[in-house]
T-cell receptor, first 113, second 109 residues
Framework: DADVTQTPRNRITKTGKRIMLECSQT?????MYWYRQDPGLGLRLIYY???????NKGEISDGYSVSRQAQAKFSLSLESAIPNQTALYFC????????????FGEGSRLTVL | RKEVEQDPGPFNVPEGATVAFNCTYS??????FFWYRQDCRKEPKLLMS???SGNEDGRFTAQLNRASQYISLLIRDSKLSDSATYLC??????????FGKGTHLIIQP
């Protein structure tokens, strides 16, 4: 089983719908992240959390919200999805040592029509 | 100037050849540097950290030039399985990692 699990892996939805992407991890890491990846734009940080009570905006947080329900769970919500939020979304974790190693989930491909 | 810049490629290289690509970063306060590898439709994975003195891991060699603010990755005796996108990554303190857009490498038989 994967150490970082994302659900759903693929989702097609319509403009205006609320969408939640979930991430759970078994690595015991405190730090969790949500990134989106678009062709030609690379990986961009949406939100990150260094522990359950700590939530921080990343580079492109507008239109997104997150919830850190437990150390192992970090969910990303799109309150009202729009087509330019069509992307590949990655959850990642890291430990406190700041080694620079992120452990990514397999990604959630979201299409907003 | 973008924070982390890479030539997107693709680099088409015959099997067995040596290939090198560079990455430049704009913030001189950047502290740590890494190369990640991403296979098609897969998640990125850490390939290697980049140290000031340069470091080697098998066929892969990474170099850092702080004065010129660039990082390089050299792959010797390239294999078909080296085909992937290579992401240059920079870290500034607690701000998290900044990823370059990646360099696409295709090893041809």
């Amino acid at each position: 089983d994967a150490d970082v699990t994302q659900t759903p892996r693929n989702r097609i939805t319509k403009t205006g719908k609320r969408i939640m992407l979930e991430c759970s991890q078994t690595k015991g890491h405190d730090r969790m992240y949500w990134y989106r990846q678009d062709p030609g734009l690379g990986l961009r940080l949406i939100y990150y959390s260094f522990d359950v009570k700590d939530i921080n905006k990343g580079e492109i947080s507008d239109g997104y919200s997150v919830s850190r329900q437990a150390q192992a769970k970090f969910s990303l919500s799109l309150e009202s999805a729009i087509p330019n939020q069509t992307a590949l979304y990655f959850c990642a974790t890291s430990d406190r040592r700041e080694t620079g190693e992120l452990f990514f989930g397999e990604g959630s491909r979201l299409t907003v029509l | 100037r973008k924070e982390v810049e890479q030539d997107p490629g693709p680099f088409n290289v015959p099997e067995g050849a040596t290939v090198a690509f560079n990455c430049t970063y704009s913030n001189s306060a950047s502290q740590s540097f890494f190369w990640y590898r991403q296979d098609c439709r897969k998640e990125p994975k850490l390939l290697m950290s980049v140290y000031s003195s340069g470091n080697e891991d098998g066929r892969f060699t990474a170099q850092l030039n702080r004065a010129s603010q660039y990082i390089s990755l050299l792959i010797r005796d390239s294999k078909l399985s080296d085909s992937a996108t290579y992401l240059c990554v920079v870290k500034r303190g607690a701000d998290g990692l900044t990823f370059g857009k990646g360099t696409h490498l295709i090893i041809q038989p």
